[in-house]
């Protein structure tokens, strides 16, 4: 009898474990809060001049949650800007590709959607990585109170987010009942991290992955994080991924230094094709590749296999005009 209720204290103390872990990991993962990405994306123009077009498209995917595009017609990047509020704080990742103010009203946009205008709210203005595109808004929310902008080198990433252990490790943000898990995802830049909202399953990836080019400088880490990546959101449920750019139209032919994107494809990836990424990557001869719609380049290379492939053209025709001009002085 003492062996059978120890044997019964023992399963219930074993279910009692199972059950607190599994209420820690569940409802956080069981019940998001939905939105909606009914949306149709500003074109652009094929002239901005005689069709001018709004400086930015906010679009509500709920009540806590906005995405902004910046116009085609202020920058051929438009890059999307994404506005996530806590009860405590919110958190704006990226700052586009335009500083000016008056062109592109960012921070005005920005503050306009928060509770109050943004009068109680702190605010905390975070980077998916560091070009220009993403941060050229920096200076806007700068000079304002109880804004935090969180500088884009690896040491500030880390330091801010609590990744001692880089790239293994996993940051967080806690915005109020809505924590954002950090997920260093380097390769196309050497401090890139994405995002994960355990509140609504959003994964915000930057330019690490998106509907478009892959812009990969290396290799190694790129495909590491993306197996990583795969592995993070093996047990996460994702209702989209959402990237920097939209760079295909529904056909899959890629636009790039066009202000004008006719027919272009939904912003929005699955967690299909983020767990389909490693896939993607391995393989990759670290200048170009096509992988289905995605293209792969090593931008850097290809510019310097350019500059060599142009001065080699150069000197050929250098020396064949040398030639010529000695040809015609013997005759």
Same mark, same amino acid.
């Not at 939105?35 to 930015?56: A, L, Y």
């Not at 980077?127 to 969180?150: C, I, K, N, W, Y």
């Not at 996993?170 to 898990?181: A, F, P, S, T």
């Given at each position: ?17 199972? $059950? ?28 901005? #001049? ?59 946009? #920005? ?42 080198? $690896? ?15 996993? =940051? ?101 094709? $983020?767990?389909? $990424? ?28 350019? =500059? ?24």
């Amino acid at each position: 009898m003492t062996k059978l209720r120890v044997c019964g204290r023992l399963r219930k103390l074993w279910l009692s474990v199972l $059950l607190t872990v599994w209420s820690t990991i569940s409802p956080a993962h069981s019940q998001l809060v939905s939105g909606t990405m009914e949306v149709h994306w500003n074109e652009g123009s094929e002239d901005c #001049v005689k069709n001018p077009q709004p400086p930015i498209q906010v679009h509500q995917y709920n009540a806590q949650t906005f995405i902004l595009r910046e116009s085609l017609c202020a920058t051929y990047e438009a890059p999307f800007i994404y506005l996530l509020i806590g009860k405590t704080k919110a958190l704006v990742i990226d700052t586009g590709a335009v500083a000016d103010a008056k062109a592109m009203p960012l921070a005005q946009t #920005v503050i306009s959607l928060l509770p109050n205008g943004g009068s109680r709210l702190p605010l905390m203005v975070a980077h998916t990585h560091g070009h220009l595109d993403h941060r050229s808004g920096d200076d806007q929310f700068g000079a304002l109170p109880d804004v935090e902008v969180v500088p884009t080198d $690896l040491e500030s990433v880390k330091t801010r987010f609590g990744i001692a252990d880089w790239p293994s490790g996993i =940051g967080h943000i806690d915005l109020g009942d809505r924590v954002i898990d950090v997920i260093p995802t380097p390769g196309h830049y050497s401090s890139h991290v994405a995002y994960y909202d355990r509140e609504t399953g959003l994964f915000f990836s930057g330019d690490f992955f998106l509907p478009g080019r892959l812009l990969i400088e290396d290799t190694d880490a790129d495909l590491a994080s993306a197996r990583r990546v795969a592995k993070f959101v093996e047990r996460l449920p994702i209702t989209y991924v959402l990237g920097g750019h939209i760079e295909l139209d529904e056909s899959g032919k890629t636009f790039f230094g066009t202000r004008y994107h006719p027919n272009e494809r939904p912003l929005q990836l699955t967690r299909q094709d $983020l767990l389909e $990424l490693p896939g993607i990557v391995e393989g990759f001869n670290g200048f170009y590749a096509k992988r289905g719609v995605y293209l792969l380049m090593n931008q850097n290379r290809i510019l310097i296999l350019l =500059g060599v492939g142009a001065v080699i053209l150069l000197v050929v025709i250098i020396l064949t005009m040398r030639s010529l001009w000695r040809r015609l002085r013997s005759r």
